[in-house]
């Protein structure tokens, strides 16, 4: 009795009595009755809206697949970009399950454009919680757009050192391939907004390596040497530049220059076998690289 002069001290009279009648007529035995009768008819009803459901969202999920496929063909066949190909399929196969859970929603009695009204009304919030996500987004349209990469590239980012080829273009991160077969994931936010190198942007690559020799040894000579290594290298770009300098007078030896240009995919296998060919030409010419030295003078008194 309290409770109920509780409630009608805050409710007018007239809505206090509807309430009470409500209930009065909830907890009468027919009624009661009959709710429960109706409830594994309601039951089945829901069960098979639930079913239908997942049958709706197994058959979109396979038309989405047939769109994404037809997507990517058709791009395929313009001659587009790899990295253009992944991003608009992957930002495809957003949009179109966002639809999808829309769609399937609104046939459990939600209603779509309420849904979208209430998003749009807390768009700041939700702005403020995704804004790394939807930076992630612009970034990768940027970099569709200026195109400082594409996939194959071989890329380094500056503010993080993490380098590799690039094998994927998504629609929030890139994928890298490190040498030793590491994927390297990075934001593209981060990629549009820092400085990157692209090793692999022009057909060529120029080699710098130097080698100290001895200041007793013929200089003259350990030019001519290691001049003929370049010459002989089958990989070398033979248009371009193939130099051997003095680089340096240092402490304990002479130190040259040595310089020529391959292309991108022949460049670290070049690198390498010019390194070691420079060493064994050196030595059957009896051409000492030395160790480092230190002469000690002692002058006694």
């Not at 890298?176 to 990629?191: E, K, Y």
């Amino acid at each position: 009795m309290i409770y109920v002069s509780g409630l009608a001290a805050a409710t007018p009279a007239g809505n206090m009595e509807d309430m009470i009648e409500g209930v009065e007529e909830m907890m009468k035995p027919d009624v009661l009755k009959s709710f429960l009768s109706d409830l594994p008819e309601k039951a089945m009803n829901l069960g098979v809206r639930v079913l239908l459901a997942v049958l709706v969202f197994l058959i979109g999920a396979q038309m989405i697949k047939l769109v994404r496929s037809i997507i990517r063909k058709s791009m395929k066949r313009a001659n587009a970009e790899v990295g253009a190909v992944q991003f608009v399929d992957s930002f495809v196969k957003a949009t179109l399950y966002v639809m999808l859970v829309l769609m399937i929603a609104s046939s459990f009695g939600l209603d779509a454009a309420s849904i979208v009204a209430v998003l749009g009304s807390a768009g700041v919030a939700i702005g403020l919680a995704v804004q790394g996500s939807l930076s992630n987004l612009a970034g990768g349209v940027l970099i569709l757009i200026l195109k400082p990469f594409k996939v194959g590239d071989y890329i380094r980012e500056d503010s993080s050192g993490k380098e590799g080829t690039v094998t994927e273009i998504q629609i929030f991160y890139t994928k890298l391939l490190t040498f030793d077969n590491q994927a390297v994931i990075l934001p593209n936010g981060n990629l549009a907004n820092n400085s990157l190198v692209n090793v692999s942007a022009e057909a060529h690559r120029r080699m710098d390596i130097r080698v100290g020799i001895s200041y007793r040894a013929d200089l003259r000579k350990a030019k001519e040497v290691l001049q003929q290594v370049l010459e002989e290298d089958e990989s070398t770009v033979k248009d371009r530049d193939r130099l051997v300098f003095v680089d340096e007078l240092a402490e304990s030896a002479v130190v040259l220059g040595i310089r020529c240009w391959f292309a991108q995919e022949d460049f670290w296998s070049g690198k390498w076998r010019v390194t070691e060919n420079c060493k064994l030409a050196l030595d059957a010419a009896g051409i000492e690289i030395p160790y480092n030295q230190l002469d000690v003078h002692v002058k006694e008194d």
